[in-house]
């Protein structure tokens, strides 16, 4: 218990927030504190997909060379980024950054847009509303939460992408069996380059929960809430100054979540019913991801450099192909035509390059696969 308690504590909290800090830089806020999660989480995903294909071509048992190379990277990044933090922190607390003391904690929370809030609620209709709707909304997202994890669903995919994942925490091989059979193969270039299966055995290794428990029940309790932890991201950056209207947008997307199950392709189909599906985080985490940075690097708002928002760009580009190899393509797509549209619409040739800059990990994913395969 204590193992898996620790396991995912550092997997899915300490590990994104300490990449976080390296990529998101600015003051303590709460809403920059969801900022540098996300960012940390899309990081991590990255990082694992960077290590995991060429340890996967080493082929053999390479399953343990595998975890121990990215609990090591974890470790180090994670260190650095508190580290960084605490830096930044002392150097608020004693003024020396911009020769002022730390604004109080009262001023930050402030600031963040929830300092003195539930002030005068008793007599204030509006914000009486807002509460509300805030209130429905996590309960939205809580029992969408809760029929993942309660009445999970089978699906014919889950007997290979699930299989892969039990054989490499079982057998420390890594798309070498065929889980349809068992019997052993060469390696399974189609599906070996898209290492969400193996990022999730990798779980299991290190909490020590059953690769199937955690595709079926771990995993869902952790993306569908970052997914709507996204969603609301990308609402405070539409509504503008309207952020009382995001617990709204919240309420609609669950809605069309819930009772999306139209088809078995819809998109809400796959986001509840095979969270731990590539398929399913690439369009429901990834591009989700992908618009979010791009409200950022387009806003007005956006001040001094966004080189972290680039570079970040860049990590979800690497977290598509991580996803489904076809992720690399689609992604590929949507960025290059994203920059050109607003390298128009801003006049700003410049916006083009820089989003074709952030493809070339694609590009070199691609050529890789082709390679592979021919």
């Known amino acids: 218990m204590i193992q898996k308690a620790i396991g995912a504590l550092f997997v899915f909290l300490l590990a994104p927030a300490g990449l976080g800090f390296l990529a998101v830089p600015g003051k303590q806020t709460v809403r920059r504190f969801f900022s540098v999660y ?27 060379t595998l975890v121990t190379w990215f609990t090591a990277a974890l470790l180090v990044f994670m260190a650095a980024g508190f580290v960084l933090e605490a830096v930044r922190f002392f150097k608020r607390k004693t003024g020396k ?34 509460l509300l709707f805030w209130i429905l909304a996590a309960a939205a997202v809580l029992f969408q939460m809760y029929m993942a994890y309660a009445y999970a669903s089978f699906d014919g995919d889950d007997a290979y992408y699930v299989v892969e994942s039990l054989l490499a925490d079982e057998t420390n091989t890594m798309y070498l069996i065929l889980p349809y059979t068992g019997l052993s193969t060469n390696l399974d270039v189609r599906h070996a380059l898209a290492t969400i299966p193996m990022w999730e055995a990798y779980i299991a290794r290190i909490t020590g929960i059953h690769a199937t428990i955690v595709a079926h029940s771990l995993i869902p309790l952790v993306l569908i809430p970052v997914t709507y932890l996204l969603y609301a991201k990308i609402g405070i950056r539409l509504l503008g100054k309207n952020t009382a209207k995001v617990p709204l947008f919240l309420c609609f997307v669950s809605i069309l979540q819930i009772w999306g ?17 590539g398929k399913s985080i690439l369009c429901n985490l990834v591009i ?55 390298a128009v619409q801003k006049r700003k040739p410049v916006l083009c390059i820089q989003a074709g800059l952030c493809c070339i990990p694609n590009i070199l994913y691609l050529l890789l696969y082709l390679f592979l395969v021919m």
């Not at 199950?261 to 599906?277: E, G, M, P, V």
């Not at 992908?290 to 760009?313: C, N, P, T, Y």
């Open 288 to 342: 989700l991801a992908a618009v979010w940075i791009f409200l950022h690097i387009l806003s007005e708002e956006q001040r001094g450099s966004r080189a972290h928002w680039w570079l970040l760009l860049v990590c979800t580009n690497i977290v598509a192909a991580m996803a489904t190899t076809m992720g690399a393509f689609l992604i590929a797509v949507l960025v290059c035509l994203t920059g050109l549209v607003a």
């Open 97 to 130: 950054k911009q020769g002022e003391m730390e604004p109080s904690k009262e001023k930050v929370l402030k600031k963040a847009g929830i300092g003195n809030w539930f002030a005068g609620l008793r007599g204030d209709r509006e914000k009486q509303n807002i």
């Open 261 to 277: 199950n139209t088809s078995i392709y819809t998109n809400a189909t796959f986001f509840l019913t095979r969270t731990w599906q």
């Open 38 to 64: 996300l960012a940390g989480f899309m990081m991590e995903l990255a990082l694992f997909q960077l290590i995991a294909v060429p340890i996967i071509l080493q082929k053999g048992f390479a399953f343990p």
